[in-house]
């Protein structure tokens, strides 16, 4: 887990300002990499790296990492789980290696096997850059490159000059090379979804490498061109086997994808929450660690909200060194301030990711393994275990003319607003319906009219801008529960959990790995009938059988809680100084601010909605 950064002229030479501009860049990504630092200079391109030690913790694990004669450089933020492997296949192929890095792999095999080539063998979370100056290839060219569910960001402008880039926002912006100026077009998404979504950033001109993308670029700026895509995935129906036989194949998947996930060289840990997928990684985790494994969980006083006991079980079922860490309430309020300057863009979540990875480090570990995907993968999710019946509803209502449903949802709407602003928008995504209409039932922060409130304009006009969480040619070739999980992965998962896990895991230097968004387990789960019809119900059926009799019942026999924190309560003990700090130099309209804060105090609205005015204060206000 590391931090890449790096500038590449197109025409010209590196100049001397930008030369001083990659080291502000580099030391603003510190946090990401405490454990070593390097830059690579060539008369186009300036690479910096910051790196944190995972595998080979030596200094043969130093980046940029070039091939044999220098022509070939390399920076890597990620981890590539089955290099050990193509490790293998490349000394077949007559490589030498100087290092035990994974690293090292992406060295060799993109001379070997192209980038495509490569790009296709790998396995892991990863971004990287590669730097390539052999004659024999032509020109000088760069290559940039995202792992298939976007785990690890890379950000990057460019204009007819230079394309530059870096894992973060904050270390574009410290190089002082960007246009300045927040993106407008951001903030309404943030406020229609909790969070920006890809490929837009806050920035203008700067995006987001689309997930399992590759960005190639010579003489002349680029385009991401996908390698990988989900979409075919959802498409195939499940394989014709027993019940048995798909919780055999799943089993062989899960130990096989968390054994590769547990390759480290420094102490490793798993967030235990006591839940169904955090308890299912401990499990399989402790086949390959039966002795020095360590879980970690959090408690609190609000007993609405403390799984300690079920995740006291799973430690002591699977004979875990188990830590636990109490977060009060005074903690979340002398950390905020910490946890928005680690808050690389806005986002509703990671704040319980923050906390925990702060305890995971003072624990003293660097890697730790998160139940993150398996919601995703498993259907864990209510919208996605519904998503037949709620495609159902929404046919029906597309059933109604348009003259005749939109006046009378906008009447229930209106009468709705005061009382019941979560049904008001959902009535707006009855009023207009599209294939992602199931979704936005669910995902949606406020409606359009909501929106427009907020930020003094009207509705007809943030129609004209309105986010499409989804292509509608692709979506409408999926099954209702395909476009659903299409959509959570292209949208919620991807803006939002991963790019919150990794950066407040990072801003603790502390590396985040998610077993459940391994591609090869994705793609063969979800070619596996899940065996949902079958009683009695059990949730995520697959998951819990496959893990055996041994799993603990208590685990699974029990209403789904989530991984969450007490935050409603402990903002409305601090309301009114949170409101105070949203109304702050806000860019949205007062009025319709205090409004949100209201509702909230009344009971009527998700603590998401007055959360995300502070946090729109914090990143567009004056």
């Not at 037949?388 to 209106?414: E, H, K, N």
């Not at 909230?600 to 990143?619: I, K, Q, Y």
Request: with cysteine.
């Amino acid at each position: 887990m590391c931090a890449i950064t790096g500038i590449f002229r197109f025409q010209g030479r590196i100049t001397p300002a930008e030369s001083e501009a990659i080291r502000r860049m580099v030391a603003a990504q510190a946090h990401r990499g405490p454990d070593d630092e390097g830059f690579f200079i060539h008369d186009r391109v300036l690479l910096g790296h910051r790196r944190l030690s995972i595998v080979d913790t030596s200094k043969a694990g130093h980046q940029p990492f070039p091939n044999r004669d220098g022509s070939v450089q390399v920076v890597f933020n990620g981890e590539i789980y089955n290099f050990r492997e193509l490790r293998k296949d490349l000394e077949a192929a007559g490589r030498a290696f100087v290092s035990r890095t994974d690293t090292e792999v992406l060295v060799h095999g993109y001379e070997v096997w192209g980038v495509e080539g490569l790009l296709s063998r790998l396995r892991g979370m990863f971004a990287f850059a590669i730097f390539d100056a052999a004659p024999a290839r032509g020109a000088p060219r760069l290559i940039l490159a995202r792992d298939r569910f976007g785990i690890k960001p890379l950000y990057y402008f460019q204009d007819h000059e230079k394309i530059i880039f870096a894992s973060e926002i904050r270390a574009l912006k410290a190089g002082g090379l960007i246009p300045g100026g927040l993106d407008p077009q951001s903030l309404q998404y943030f406020l229609q979804l909790g969070s920006v979504p890809a490929p837009i950033s806050t920035q203008k001109d700067v995006r987001s490498l689309p997930v399992g993308s590759v960005l190639v670029v010579r003489d002349s700026p680029g385009d991401a061109k996908p390698y990988w895509s989900l979409a075919p995935i959802l498409k195939v129906s499940p394989d014709l086997i027993s019940h048995a036989e798909a919780v055999s194949r799943a089993r062989a998947l899960l130990r096989t994808t968390v054994e590769q996930h547990l390759i480290s060289d420094v102490p490793l840990g798993i967030f235990l929450s006591g839940g169904i997928d955090s308890s299912a990684l401990v499990g399989l985790a402790s086949a390959v660690h039966p002795k020095d494994l360590v879980t970690l969980s959090v408690t609190f006083e609000e007993p609405a909200y403390n799984e300690a006991v079920f995740a006291r079980h799973v430690a002591k079922q699977f004979g875990t060194q188990h830590h636990e860490v109490p977060v009060y309430y005074d903690q979340f309020k002398a950390n905020l301030p910490k946890m928005f300057a680690a808050m690389d863009q806005p986002s509703l979540d990671g704040i319980n990711t923050f906390i925990v990875s702060k305890a995971a480090r003072e624990a003293g570990l660097t890697v730790v393994l998160s139940g993150l995907g398996a919601d995703e993968l498993f259907s864990g999710y209510r919208h996605l275990e519904k998503a037949g019946q709620i495609d159902a509803w929404v046919r029906a209502a597309a059933m109604i003319p348009d003259g005749i449903r939109r006046p009378l949802l906008d009447g229930f709407a209106l009468a709705a607003t005061a009382l019941f602003p979560k049904l008001s928008r959902k009535l707006w995504c009855l009023k207009n319906i599209s294939y992602a209409t199931p979704w936005w039932l669910a995902r949606g922060l406020f409606s359009p009219s909501q929106i427009a409130a907020l930020l003094g304009s009207s509705e007809k006009e943030l129609l004209r801008t309105h986010y499409v969480a989804g292509p509608e040619a692709t979506l409408k070739t999926l099954s209702p529960e395909g476009r659903i999980r299409y959509l959570e992965y292209a949208n919620y998962l991807q803006n939002q959990l991963l790019k919150d896990g990794d950066v407040m895991s990072m801003a603790n230097s502390v590396e985040l790995r998610v077993p459940f968004l391994d591609h090869v387990l994705v793609q063969g789960i979800l070619r596996l009938p899940s065996g949902a019809e079958q009683k009695p119900r059990v949730p995520k059926r697959l998951l819990v059988e496959a893990m055996g009799p041994d799993f603990p019942r208590e685990v699974w026999q029990r209403p789904k809680q989530g991984f969450t924190f007490p935050i409603a309560e402990w903002m409305k003990k601090d309301s009114a100084d949170l409101e105070s700090m949203s109304l702050s130099g806000t860019p949205l309209e007062k009025n319709a601010v205090r409004k949100v804060w209201s509702y909230f105090r009344a009971g009527r609205s998700h603590w998401s909605r007055p959360w995300s005015t502070v946090v729109a204060a914090r990143f567009y206000g004056k």
